[in-house]
């Protein structure tokens, strides 16, 4: 009997191979009140993630890192514990929450580290799992933070049912986290047999990724994959191929990565968005990747999602 | 020679069969300024979509019903000018803008009609594009409104290049419009080839609909499935196949249309979220889309996802 899920992907599951993706937290978030929370902050066995301005603590004692602090092990950081963040728990019954930290970075001893989410991933310092619930901390505690004051009526604030709800306390009005939806594409040229890759101005010498775009609103996942790759490089797209997604929390998107039908050859470069954009062969594309140097630097890094797309269409993986 | 995108979707693009996914414009959001805004509306031809209260505003005349206003129409109903949104341009040139109106709904004459988006979907009040013209300028109308004030700071913050930004006058803090992803899934168990349906206590008598939630921080549209369906419905799902997605514009969302493969048939259902969750056979999915009654009252109206994904499974059309 053929299944509905069989054909393309008799492979793992591309979006289980990124970076970000491993988060397993039984979260719960829809049947949560503020005791949910601090049951979960007093719990033997609850481990918290610590922000300071947006970025990760961690603790690190020669070779072993760890990013995981009991409660105790907060108090002279100042920890704000009115911005809270309840995660979800762990298959094992143990809380994971995350604090953002009123001390300033500066302050902090040395044997405290403050990184960011490119780093931990790149560096690859947490596994999958932490690294997938540090994704869903970092984007609640950055959402929570750019959150303080009410957009309809300027008024305070409060943080709700574990950093899943904010609640105006002069107008009542209520908003709840935000993910931002991102089109990631490899354009494909099936007669030729070549994929379109460019670089950013910023990017490291003979670095060459996907393009990419925020979704608009309004707009399907397959237009706007059409839309980002007509006005960065000037190349219409027929059918358009979901792949995989990836979270993304710098500071809280969804990577939504596709693969698109070229239908035209000659590439019109939007001169602001990229510095260079041109077609690779399978065997240009692998060496893109496999370039040696640091990893993720002169190419799109085996978490990432562009590296995904990239690898499984050399790979014939599809 | 095979495709990468034959297979599957030898039809239409599913996702350009929903409501709402019409939009046509040319919209260029990222190479404009704030006299490209001003020049679209000084411009012959403009149209401009007007909004009070979050709801839209027809200019009704018999039969005919136009949501369409040029600026010297306007005039009377106190157009907000510095909250204009531009939507971008039709390909003959003519641009397209939205505008909220300080008159309040009850001082509106009789020739005006105000109507919410379900129900101009469901009445097909409205051509595919102008829909997803509509789809685009409601979801921009209600970020905007919803975001006056700076969230950092509880500064006042004002729009920027016609409502694609806004940015704070106390703090420089900018912002940019928010789409939300909800995950949408038909669940199928394949061995006894039902599908997994429920409904909500507010849905009218004998209306049953796919399972759905917001997709949370952190977590892969896949992952958003298989939490949402757990949680609901109490199945586990084991493969998801991603069909099609539809703007959502109540307020901004991106509907994500999934298949999950269920891993058992017990239902254990979420009593707060459903009334009642039960495993339907394909005659019985067909015989929910096609009742009779007011479109979109007893059954998932034919431009919902939720309409797409359980036809083209009936029809086998995947």
Redesign the interface.
Known sequence: ?T???D???NHL?P??L?A??G?DLI?????RDEETVAAALKTEGAHIFAFCEGNLILKHDGQIVDPLFSRYELVDLLPDWDETVLLGHRRNGEPRLAVPLKVPEESLASHFKVVDGRTLYRDELMDEALL??F??????IR?N?????????????ELRIGGYKRACVSCD?M???????VVIMLV?D?ARDLCLLGRGPHFAPGMYSCLA???????????AVR?ETL?EAGIKV?????H????W?MP?S?M?GC?G?ALNTEIHRDE??LEDCRWFTREETLEVLERPGTNGKASPPKGAIAHRLMRDWVERK?
């Open positions: 009997m299944s509905l899920f054909g393309a992907l599951e979006s289980s990124t970000f993706a988060n979260r719960d978030s829809e049947h997938g619930e994704a869903q901390a970092a984007s609640l959402w933070r750019d959150n303080r004051f009410c957009g309809r009526c300027g008024g305070a604030m009005h908003i709840f986290p935000r993910t931002d939806p494909i099936e775009g925020f979704l608009e609103p309004g707009e399907t996942m397959e237009n839309r006005e027929g059918r358009v191929r979901y995989a997604s990836q979270p929390p809280h969804l939504i693969y039908q602001k968005e599809l």
